[in-house]
């Protein structure tokens, strides 16, 4: 089904963006994982060969980088994203596919239908509740949507210029590493808010990042250009 769709469409280049994101796995969840992230990403390498697309914009995350390392998956999820990479390498290998993966880190914007921290904040100023945090005293690193967008616009105009490269990857980040204590109030202050927030009233996530990964390339051409705040008020 996914070679008839890829013939059909046409496309001069794709876009993978489709996956299943969980922190903290359940047993039942392994199946989604496996099948959203490795399955339909097979799948949809394999249509592009035999259709003769040979163009992928690729999604990883800095999940895949726990305390900095080469390759540390935080949980199962980044853990599938590489495993797909891996597929990714045989298909760079043996046909004319050409790849660059977009590492992405924290994002927010408009509309996120996402439980993250801005969300958070925002349901817990309209019902004026107490919200637990941790201590706040990990690092974000976190990018607006519209300079996400940008990044992946980069990326297509680089792989469609056809320089001769098989695969490459980049680091989708803003650069600046900011505690979640520092967020929050930048976050109130900016929308003129309060919340009453009990710093401390639960633990620390099993692995949780508290300096996000550093060692990524940087992507040529590409710069944030939202500032937080600014961020903050279109979100």
């Not at 980049?170 to 204590?181: F, R």
Request: proline share 4%; aromatic share 10%; net charge positive.
């Amino acid at each position: 089904k996914m070679i008839s769709i890829v013939k059909k469409v046409k496309p001069d280049i794709v876009f993978h963006l489709a996956s299943f994101s969980q922190y903290k796995h359940k047993s039942e969840d392994i199946t989604q994982l496996v099948m959203s992230n490795i399955l339909v990403g097979n799948q949809l390498v394999e249509a592009m060969v035999r259709n003769g697309v040979k163009y992928l914009i690729n999604t990883g995350t800095y999940w895949q980088h726990f305390r900095n390392e080469n390759y540390n998956p935080i949980c199962l999820y980044a853990a599938t994203k590489k495993a797909f990479e891996d597929i990714l390498q045989f298909y760079i290998e043996t046909t004319d596919l050409r790849i660059i993966t977009l590492k992405l880190f924290d994002t927010y914007g408009p509309m996120d239908p996402r439980p993250k921290i801005f969300s958070q904040l925002n349901d817990a100023i309209k019902k004026g509740k107490c919200l637990n945090m941790t201590l706040g005293d990990q690092l974000i690193d976190i990018v607006h949507v519209d300079d996400v967008v940008e990044a992946y616009l980069i990326a297509a105009n680089r792989i469609l210029a056809d320089n001769g490269f098989k695969y490459q990857e980049y680091a989708i980040s803003s650069g600046q590493q900011i505690p979640l204590k520092d967020l929050v109030e930048t976050y109130l202050s900016t929308l003129r808010k309060d919340v009453n927030i009990n710093w401390g009233g639960r633990e620390y996530r099993d692995r949780e990042v508290m300096k996000p990964w550093t060692k990524g390339k940087k992507l040529p051409g590409w710069t944030p250009k939202i500032s937080l705040e600014d961020g903050i008020c279109l979100t």
